[in-house]
């Protein structure tokens, strides 16, 4: 059974930072990417940061120069380090494991989803 899960969001002031966890299970992750995206009220879900099963990484423009997305010495976590956070990021961030790389970039994700992880961005 596949399980995903977020972690490490919260409230933090512009110019902050936060580092966000994703840890999956139950996925072939030898061939998979995982992803970042958020979604904040009133929007659709956009795509954050993307990394490739062999470290290929893909950056959204709003992310370009402040995150870094990673992935952990276990192939199943991934990271998302956030810095120079401002109010406009504000939004739910999630995780999506087990999704070929080119679907994260250029379609919607067949992987699994986690609950997601809250992070708001005080001015």
């Known amino acids: 059974q596949v399980h995903v899960v977020e972690s490490g969001g919260g409230l933090v002031q512009a110019g902050g930072s936060l580092r966000l966890s994703c840890a999956a299970s139950g996925i072939h992750f030898s061939a998979n990417a995982m992803g970042w995206y958020r979604q904040a009220p009133g929007r659709q879900r956009e795509l954050v940061a993307a990394?490739?099963?062999?470290?290929?990484?893909y950056y959204a423009d709003v992310a370009k120069g402040r995150f870094t997305i990673s992935r952990g010495l276990v192939k199943s976590t991934a990271y998302l380090q956030m810095n120079s956070l401002q109010p406009e990021d504000s939004a739910v961030y999630y995780c999506?494991?087990?999704?070929?790389?080119?679907?994260?970039?250029?379609?919607?994700?067949?992987?699994?989803w986690g609950p997601g992880t809250q992070v708001t961005v005080s001015s």
């Open positions: 999506n494991a087990g999704s070929p790389y080119s679907e994260l970039v250029h379609g919607e994700p067949s992987g699994s």
């Open positions: 990394i490739s099963s062999g470290g290929m990484k």
